[in-house]
């Protein structure tokens, strides 16, 4: 046996162990809340890690801006580009067969509104392949979500905490605390369901008011520090698997340690070479 199923499976139609081998689409997405199943999503931002996650089950992948700090060695996701997204995000579908994969579109390539909002969503659909785009804001971001929509591209919204705001909040806060910030969300999220999303990520809000929202809207919440009530979560994938360096957000659960033990295979191949026991016999040519 060198194929394992996944745990929760049967059904052929849930979106983890699910059996059907094609790409999940929004309709999957759409049709899991109905079911009221909870399901996971990761951030990918290469081929590689993406093929990995494919063949684990994950049902959707998505190609975060958060690149910026966990890839490509950037302080925040404010500097990444369009191009880096659309590079990467080719490499992710070429590395998924079964996944729904999620292009991010970056801060700045949307926010000028809904024509250059289409422009570049248009771009991560023809040019790498995206089954959907991702972007942050609520009510601000609605005209921008209705004409994607209109025009056949399927969006995620995001909102609470919009990281690419980072230096308009000063930092990472979280959202939705007090009576005020609490009708502001619960408005946002209307107002993006209202605009034809498929789904929205709410990130860094009190888990009573994500309940809340996610009891409210007939399309799914992801949850990113959310609590347990929303009808999928999101991680970024290095912090989920320990190959972060240094502090992670207080609600990631790491479930491996790979930092630690790519350091260590690392070093146990410095170790042979200086010492002269790799390449060994059964490694060389003669
Ligand atoms: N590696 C990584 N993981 C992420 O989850 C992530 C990124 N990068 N980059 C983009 C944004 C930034 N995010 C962040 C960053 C920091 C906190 C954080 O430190 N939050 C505090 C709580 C703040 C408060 O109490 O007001 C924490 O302790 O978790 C949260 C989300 C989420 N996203
Ligand atoms: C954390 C998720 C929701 C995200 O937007 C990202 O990884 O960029
Ligand atoms: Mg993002």
Not at 2 to 8: G, L
């Amino acid at each position: 046996m060198t194929h394992v199923t996944p745990a929760r499976k049967q059904s052929g139609t849930s979106l983890y162990g699910g059996t059907s081998s094609r790409r999940i689409t929004v309709r999957d997405i759409a049709a899991a809340k109905e079911r009221g199943e909870k399901w996971p999503m990761l951030t990918a931002y290469d081929a590689m890690t993406a093929s990995v996650f494919d063949q684990a089950g994950i049902p959707v992948l998505l190609v975060g801006d958060s690149m910026g700090n966990c890839h490509l060695g950037y302080e925040s996701t404010v500097p990444v580009t369009m191009d880096e997204i659309a590079l990467l995000s080719a490499a992710v579908v070429r590395g998924t067969r079964r996944s729904l994969v999620v292009g991010d579109l970056p801060f700045g390539s949307y926010q000028e509104g809904p024509v250059q909002a289409l422009r570049n969503a248009t771009r991560l659909v023809k040019e790498a392949g995206v089954g959907a785009v991702k972007l942050e804001g609520g009510e601000r971001s609605a005209d921008q979500i209705e004409l994607l929509v209109q025009s056949g591209v399927p969006v995620m919204a995001h909102i609470g905490l919009t990281p690419q705001s980072v230096n308009a909040y000063g930092g990472y806060p979280v959202q939705g605390r007090g009576e005020e910030a609490a009708q502001q969300l619960l408005r946002d999220a209307k107002a993006v369901q209202d605009a034809g999303a498929f789904a929205v990520v709410l990130e860094l809000v009190p888990a009573e008011l994500a309940a809340e929202v996610t009891r409210s809207l007939h399309i799914p919440t992801v949850g990113i520090g959310a609590g347990p009530d929303c009808d999928g979560q999101v991680l970024v994938w290095t912090d989920m698997a320990g190959m972060t360096d240094g502090r992670v957000p207080r609600f990631v659960k790491q479930y491996a340690q790979l930092r630690q033990g790519l350091g260590d295979a690392a070093r146990a191949f410095a170790e042979d070479v200086v010492g002269g026991a790799y390449p060994a016999e059964e490694h060389s040519f003669h």
